[in-house]
């Protein structure tokens, strides 16, 4: 008998409490069943062996009292959120995982084999095993104020296992279980909302939050009674299914590179629901579920999901906030696409003045108009009110004078990525702002102790290094110059939170984290490149990682004039380390943003004009070779970084890697990866994280 307590000794269990309610029309009594962990909903819900435990209890008393419907809900804004995965880490025996996956079966599908009806009130948010419990029941509600719904496994390195790969298909069709389970999930873990979540046919009924409970009763009567007729669309089983699950397979391919096997087996399980064969499908599902617990890769994903749930919000060395001031104004130095992505963020999450200045009115006119523009496009998707639209577009101004800036708390440059230009930047701020007014650098890689040298008062400068597309990625490199005080750091730090950011507290150490150990990458497959090694051969060398694009692609996105310049300051710092690539310079040169382009058939080839400015060597690598040195370099920067303590523990370069670059979770970053393959042993003599630590308990 599997001791589930010693396995999840910090289970918050969930209990599941069944009450018989008398229901207006109703011939018999409801068994109402609410699940409840006796938090807020600022801690929901989740399914662990005693939450199992406790709703199938709950489900014995309720089937015992012979009810003539059986409901679930959740506590307020909540339905369930999932599974609780806090104990899968000590989990070592393979029949200990093969026990958590058969229970979740076993309990569910006693609400789906009922002769009773079964409904689900979904009532919040409803996440991965929480959705697959809505789906077992037999019809389902959801409020049309329900947070978060989703399928978020395959981003974890997994899949839904407690039945969500066979029961959602065969609701909804394959296509749009492909969708949910493995697209969504793969790009950004995409959520959907009870609207859309309805018109897929997750939810049979839409119902206003207010009066949920009363309505969603009202509803059960109708359909217990026969007035109601729930219409569930035909699913084709046949070419329709064969196409979904090439274009899962196709999904799978570009978004992992079959590095997950988990989301890889999602896709033979989605085939699997084909057959609609609930015993033969859930087996399928347990045995999956059971291989992936026991792997490396689920491990490092749920490394990751604690880093980015806890150590994310309480960055390693940041100061008392309790030390912070108070930020409001804030000013924009720089109306170019990068200054107003950043007054966009601050005027929307801080909602306070905003005033941004550059060199001419006519630039800052622009940069304004663009700010406006996009609160605008929210209003017009319906994320904004237009009382909060004009209230926010009201907050943003620009001037050309920085005597503007005297009564900021807080301001921030955009301006060119040269040394003597951000010094001139911040001396005239200086002249203006209060001696406590922060002033932040937006830099990728230029030392901020060097920026805030000449400086009467250097202890106020921070770096404030955020990650292009702004809006998107989560990570901001909070840079602590060699005068920064605790108080400005402070600031910066609750700053960072108002913004929703994520922040890594980093040493002021040529380009920090993420673009250090990624020019250190790319450096190295443009190096192999230059010697001789293919394009093809090269940029494809990596693609086991399942990374979210290659390094000629991530060249592209960046900039090569910027990752140039990025590499000109690593090559400066750590010349033995960091190399110049004539070849790159002269792609620069000739103005050119992408190695590749598509030839008249519409195949991805090398631009011809690079090819012909690229003067390659006679010594070229094979993909293993490439590989190989890419990998041992990053092992090789890294234990360098910590050896300096750019960051506080190797946990914190990979939160930066997968909040900043979007590295995979099922990567953990990178110290797992490199640490599960060996290279760390190999380059460094050690691992970087004890046994049981993103990985399989030794």
């Not at 409801?30 to 062996?49: C, E, K, V």
């Not at 079966?105 to 084999?113: G, K, Y």
């Not at 692609?553 to 033995?576: E, I, S, Y």
């Amino acid at each position: 008998m599997t001791d589930f307590a010693a396995l999840f000794p910090d289970e918050v269990v969930t209990k599941a409490f069944t009450r018989l309610v008398d229901v207006p029309g109703l011939t018999g009594k409801l068994a109402l069943i609410t699940i409840d962990n006796g938090h807020d909903h600022t801690r929901p819900s989740t399914f662990g062996p005693g939450g199992l435990t406790s709703l199938n209890a709950a489900l014995d008393e309720a089937f015992a009292a012979e009810p003539a419907a059986i409901a679930v809900t959740g506590k307020p804004f909540v339905f369930a959120v999932g599974a609780d995965l806090s104990g899968v880490g000590q989990v070592s025996q393979r029949e200990h995982a093969h026990a958590i996956a058969q229970n979740g079966h076993d309990v569910f599908r006693r609400l789906t084999e009922s002769k009773i009806p079964t409904f689900a009130f979904v009532n919040g948010a409803a996440l991965g095993g929480g959705l697959e419990l809505a789906l077992s029941c037999h019809y389902r509600t959801v409020a049309s104020n329900a947070g978060a719904i989703a399928f978020p496994e395959c981003y974890l390195g997994l899949f839904p296992g407690w039945g969500g790969t066979q029961l959602l298909p065969n609701l909804i069709g394959p296509d749009a279980a492909v969708t949910v389970i493995i697209e969504n999930a793969l790009s950004q873990n995409k959520m959907l909302n009870p609207k859309k979540g309805l018109q897929l046919g997750i939810f049979d009924e839409l119902l206003e939050g207010a009066d949920f409970l009363e309505e969603s009763l009202r509803w059960l009567v109708r359909v217990v009674n026969g007035e109601k007729t729930v219409e569930r669309p035909e699913i084709d089983r046949g070419k329709g299914w064969d196409d979904a699950v090439a274009r899962a397979e196709q999904i799978v391919e570009s978004k992992t590179h079959g590095a997950s096997p988990a989301v890889t087996k999602t896709v033979e399980l989605i085939e699997l629901a084909r057959n609609n064969d609930i015993d033969a499908g859930y087996a399928a599902e347990t045995e999956a579920l059971t291989d992936a617990l026991m792997s490396d890769e689920l491990r490092a994903g749920l490394y990751s999901f604690d880093l980015a749930q806890k150590r994310a919000k309480k960055p390693a060395g940041a100061p008392d906030k309790g030390l912070a001031r108070p930020v409001n104004k804030v000013g924009v130095v720089g109306a170019g696409l990068m200054a107003g992505q950043l007054a966009l963020l601050f005027v929307r999450r801080l909602q306070v003045p905003v005033v941004i200045t550059d060199i001419d009115q006519e630039r800052i006119d622009k940069g304004v108009a663009y700010i406006h523009g996009e609160i605008d496009k929210l209003a017009g998707k319906g994320r904004l009110s237009p009382d909060a639209t004009n209230r926010l577009k009201a907050l943003v101004t620009g001037e050309l004078d920085k005597k503007s800036f005297a009564d900021a708390d807080f301001v921030i440059e955009a301006v060119f990525e040269e040394m003597t230009v951000k010094q001139k930047v911040f001396a005239e701020l200086e002249e203006h702002v209060s001696p406590e007014a922060i002033l932040a650098t937006n830099t990728s890689s230029l030392s901020i102790t060097e920026m805030a040298s000449k400086l009467k008062n250097p202890e106020r400068v921070v770096g404030f290094h955020f990650f292009n597309p702004v809006a998107v990625l989560p990570l901001l490199e909070i840079v602590r110059g060699e005068k920064t005080d605790d108080a400005s750091l402070a600031t910066a730090f609750a700053v960072g939170k108002q913004l929703k950011k994520s922040s890594v507290l980093v040493k002021d150490a040529p380009a920090f984290v993420v673009n250090r150990l990624l020019t250190r990458f790319m450096g190295e497959v443009i190096a192999a490149v230059d010697e001789g090694t293919p394009f093809e051969v090269a940029d494809n060398a990596v693609q086991e990682l399942g990374l979210p694009m290659s390094p000629m692609v991530l060249l592209q996105l960046v900039g090569p004039a910027v990752a140039q310049h990025v590499n000109g300051t690593m090559h400066a710092a750590f010349p033995d380390r960091f190399g110049i690539s004539d070849n790159l310079q002269k792609f620069v040169d000739a103005g050119k943003t992408a190695v590749w382009t598509f030839d008249e058939s519409g195949n991805v080839v090398v631009d011809p004009e690079v090819v012909e400015l690229w003067e390659q060597g006679d010594k070229p690598s094979t993909s293993e070779e490439v590989r190989d040195r890419a990998l041992d370099a990053l092992a090789e920067e890294i234990r360098i970084m910590l050896d300096e303590d750019v960051v506080a523990e190797a946990q914190d370069i990979d939160l930066c890697m997968i909040l900043g670059a979007g590295w995979p979770f099922w990567l953990g970053g990178i110290t797992p990866y490199l640490d599960r393959a060996g290279v760390s042993e190999r380059v460094n003599g050690k691992r970087f994280l004890a046994p049981g630590v993103a990985s399989l308990p030794a």
